[in-house]
């Protein structure tokens, strides 16, 4: 089963605070979108198509190794992996999308999933259990309901996905609609998502407290 890797990269460091995109934020001195392609070729995926921000293409290129290809990205994430997705080779078997801001993804999730798409699965996600009571507000913040935890996961990336499917699946998605991951597109064509574990390590970088744990994890 051949694999190609999509790197969602084209978002801003706001939120991060920062002065640049955020996957051009170093963590140990390497940008975040490093590690995270780093971290699928390692899994096993074979190739990678990066979406990045227009007018950092140069940074980007210089902060990742040759032979990963690069496209501008789009004003949402799903408009960056539709860019990406569209780059992929046409005899590319399966497709994994991951994001920049998941640096320390151990290469291990990516091999759990390529493994359950190998078997079959048209659709794979990496999930966690929920720890937290979780509860459901009203408009005003007051608390509506308690949901039940055993039957919640939170949702990581590297999600794969038949190459086929996705592109379907894309394709069906009205131009300028957002869904805010990958799996929810497939869903939307009535794909089943098969879930395997995930890891605390890949967790997302989006406020300066999680860039700060994860260069604690680094220098472990
Ligand atoms: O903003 P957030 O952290 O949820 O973004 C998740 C991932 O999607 C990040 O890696 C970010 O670079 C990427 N993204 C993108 N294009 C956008 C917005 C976000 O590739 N327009």
């Keep these: 089963m051949s694999a190609a890797g999509i790197v969602a990269a084209a978002g801003s460091g706001l939120r ?6 955020k996957a051009l934020v170093p963590l140990a001195g390497r940008p975040l979108v490093a590690w995270a392609v780093e971290t699928l070729l390692t899994g096993g995926v074979d190739e990678v198509v990066v979406a990045v921000p227009a007018a950092d293409r140069d940074g ?3 902060a990742l ?11 949402t ?3 960056s992996v539709r860019a ?21 993804t151990p290469p291990a999730v990516v091999a759990r999933v390529l ?8 659709a794979v996600v990496p999930v966690l259990p ?4 979780t509860v459901a507000v009203d408009p005003a913040g007051t608390v509506t309901a308690a949901l039940d935890r055993s039957t919640l996961r939170r949702v990581q990336t590297p999600q794969g996905f038949s190459h086929v499917v996705l592109a379907e699946a ?3 998605l009205p131009a300028g609609e957002e869904l805010t991951d990958d799996a929810a597109v497939v869903r939307a064509i009535g794909v089943p998502v098969r879930t395997v574990d995930g890891d605390e390590r890949a967790a997302k970088v989006t406020v300066p407290h999680d860039l700060h744990l994860a260069e604690l994890q680094v220098r472990r």
């Design 16 to 21: 991060l605070g920062a002065d640049r995109p």
């Design 60 to 62: 980007f290129a210089a």
């Design 65 to 75: 190794p040759r032979g990963v290809r690069l496209v501008e990205g789009g004003a």
């Design 77 to 79: 994430r799903t408009a």
């Design 84 to 104: 990406a997705l569209a780059a992929v080779r046409p005899g590319v078997d399966a497709v994994l999308v991951h994001d920049a801001a998941r640096p320390l």
């Design 115 to 122: 493994h359950a798409l190998a078997a079959g699965a048209p």
């Design 130 to 133: 929920v720890v937290d009571t």
């Design 170 to 172: 894309y394709g069906a």
